[in-house]
């Protein structure tokens, strides 16, 4: 098959993981298009060579009619260049201008986070839901987000389908070994936003002076103050590899789809506290850590509870997080996943 994946940014972030797992995993059997926007390029560093690569430059996250005009026009010529047997969407953007771009028949729409229209673009829902009858299957990544997408009336063909990763890079030494003097480390990998809540996580640290809380991600330190043992250290690469090197994991978000941090965290066998929002719940089970209320308190409660366990009880902690990474969220399993639901797309489309 040929098969078109679009996104609207081209810097790393988990729906760009989700797109370039996914594509270097199909590219064995199929002809795979990469089609992206703005952003530093990150993305297509992360494809196989095998892997066509397209940029549109007037795909943005603004809003910006002239840019819509441009890209609707962008996507419908290569759609006539190369004549792909499957377009896979990804993000609200992308997936509101492809399905306009490209044959229902041949379009499905993967919502990265419904909560980010739900809760956070509410305005956008009525077009969410008129677009519904422009393509031929919508995926959410949990089943969080199937259910609100259903409960919203955006029901035409909806299934959920797991954020699938490769278990990260194993670094040699020890990133962590210059913060000293702490019990623990504790760490959260998240780009600075209103999202990521990084205001609780310093709430948080407040309450247990004697954890290292540990910020990969952060494009600045923030201007609010922190105590001295919240450590901010940045955009690092790979950084789902210094995971192994935290005791416990630690997300504090206001909305979420499935995190792709938290299946870094599980598949390096580190226990998980986050917020119970979105598709997290899916993901932590009480054996590998927990989903609870973005209160600082009860946060702070949980984080000791588990740090504080007898090591037998982390250890086994630790091997139901390995374990329900492999029986649920590889790569393989979500590409499968995908896979169903392009051959019958395609079955269906050849049978006309």
Excluded at 142 to 157: M, Q
Excluded at 181 to 196: D, H, N, V
Aim: hydrophobic share 40%.
């Amino acid at each position: 098959m040929k098969i078109f994946q679009v996104i609207t940014l081209s810097e790393l972030g988990g729906a760009q993981t989700v797109v370039a797992n996914l594509s270097n995993s199909l590219c064995k059997a199929h002809d795979i298009t990469v089609i992206a926007g703005e952003g530093d390029g990150k993305l297509y560093e992360m494809l196989d060579n095998s892997i066509h690569t397209v940029n549109i430059p007037s795909l943005v996250r603004r809003i910006s009619p002239i840019n819509e005009l441009r890209t609707i026009i962008s996507l419908r010529r290569l759609y006539l260049k190369y004549r792909p047997d499957i377009i896979h969407l990804h993000s609200s953007k992308a997936g509101l201008l492809g399905r306009i771009a490209f044959p229902k028949s041949k379009t499905v729409y993967t919502v990265h986070g419904f909560d980010s229209i739900r809760i956070a673009f509410r305005k956008f829902l009525p077009l969410e839901r008129i677009l519904q009858n422009r393509c031929s299957g919508i995926i959410g990544v949990s089943k969080y987000d199937e259910f609100h997408l259903k409960e919203e009336n955006i029901n035409k063909n909806v299934c959920t389908v797991y954020n699938g990763i490769y278990p990260p890079k194993k670094l040699n030494t020890d990133p962590f070994n210059d913060i000293v003097g702490f019990e623990k480390k504790i760490l959260c990998i998240a780009r600075l936003s209103p999202q990521k809540n990084h205001q609780l996580f310093i709430e948080i640290a407040r309450r247990l002076p004697q954890y290292a809380f540990i910020w990969i991600g952060n494009q600045h330190v923030p201007e609010a103050s922190y105590p001295s043992n919240v450590f901010w250290k940045g955009n690092l690469p790979d950084a789902g590899a210094y995971t192994a090197f935290a005791d416990l994991f630690i997300l504090t978000s206001n909305y979420e789809g499935l995190p792709m941090v938290i299946i870094e965290a599980l598949s390096s066998g580190i226990p998980v506290v986050a917020s119970n929002v979105g598709g997290i719940s899916e993901l932590l089970d009480g054996n590998n850590g927990i989903a609870v209320d973005n209160n600082p308190d009860i946060m702070a409660e949980k984080i000791k509870d588990i740090l504080s366990l007898p090591s037998e009880e982390r250890k086994c902690m630790s091997e139901s997080a390995k374990n329900s990474y492999n029986r649920l969220f590889t790569v393989s399993q979500m590409a499968e996943g995908y896979q169903n639901i392009y051959n019958k797309i395609f079955n269906r489309n050849n049978r006309q």
